[in-house]
């Protein structure tokens, strides 16, 4: 898998000063050797083929697991130079054909419901503790809206609620839906500053019982329900529907189900 990797190196990295150092003690260099020199070294023999077979994924696992290091720059610098070049260079032909095969799998692969509730466990279910370390105050997951570049992340999650909120144009006493409905911020949000009445949905128990804690707290309860259901059995209708962030979850084999089940979900001037 050296070669592979060292064919794919070569053929996207034309500019920069790029050295890989492999675990079996071979070397490879890549670039035109300009600028300053970044350097990797993968620590095991597998870790090549990892980065190969799936590349989007397996370098910051790599790098997580210590299983691919800096030896000289940083990630960054690595990330920099390989992709300023990549928009410039189309990929070897095996690569070519691995990535195609993979295309195939996730237009075939059906995220039925068990998948759906086994992956949002795997990836929500945890100690809220470590959400804590690096969410805002009030847990939202994703798509922070950085209106100016000095704002915080705290101020960026309530921009974005607000952005999105102006986008949907609810009026009080509309029935809105949030599927993928997280740690509850979004539904409380349009729920306190909009008066509408919300439905959200999880696949998380950790996120359900969270989200149903904070409605109770806020005095929202009568607002605001949250349900642990999956959005092809929720029933409508609803004046509004929302999702942030969780279209990742959905597959790309289901794209024309999820937007047909969310046309059916409205109204009808929803």
Not at 58 to 79: H, K, N, P, Q
């Amino acid at each position: 898998m050296q070669t592979l990797l060292n064919a794919l190196g070569s053929r996207i990295i034309k500019r920069g000063n790029v050295t890989i150092d492999y675990a079996d003690g071979g070397k490879q260099s890549f670039g035109d050797g300009s600028g300053p020199l970044i350097g990797i070294r993968f620590t095991d023999s597998r870790g090549p083929f990892d980065l190969v077979r799936n590349p989007e994924m397996a370098l910051g696992e790599l790098y997580t697991d210590g299983r691919l290091v800096m030896t000289s720059g940083t990630i960054l610098d690595f990330l920099h130079v390989v992709m300023s070049n990549a928009i410039r260079r189309a990929p070897p032909l095996p690569m070519r054909a691995m990535f195609a095969v993979r295309s195939l799998g996730s237009k075939i692969w059906r995220n039925e419901r068990a998948a759906s509730r086994a992956n949002v466990a795997h990836h929500y279910d945890l100690d809220g503790r470590l959400y804590d370390l690096f969410l805002d105050r009030d847990r939202q997951y994703s798509c922070a809206y950085f209106e100016r570049p000095d704002m915080g992340i705290d101020e960026a999650q309530l921009a974005k609620k607000r952005h999105i909120a102006a986008k949907l144009m609810i009026a009080p006493g509309q029935k809105a839906l949030d599927i993928g409905s997280g740690w509850g911020g979004m539904a409380l949000y349009l729920a306190r500053h909009c008066g509408a009445d919300v439905t959200g949905i999880t696949l998380s128990t950790e996120q359900l019982g969270m989200a149903g804690v904070r409605a109770e707290k806020a005095g929202l309860a009568d607002r605001v329900r949250f349900k642990l259901e999956d959005y092809r059995d929720t029933q409508g209708p609803f004046d509004r529907v929302v999702s942030v962030g969780m279209f990742e979850h959905v597959g790309v084999a289901p794209y024309d189900a999820f937007f047909a089940k969310l046309a059916d979900l409205l109204s009808e001037d929803g």
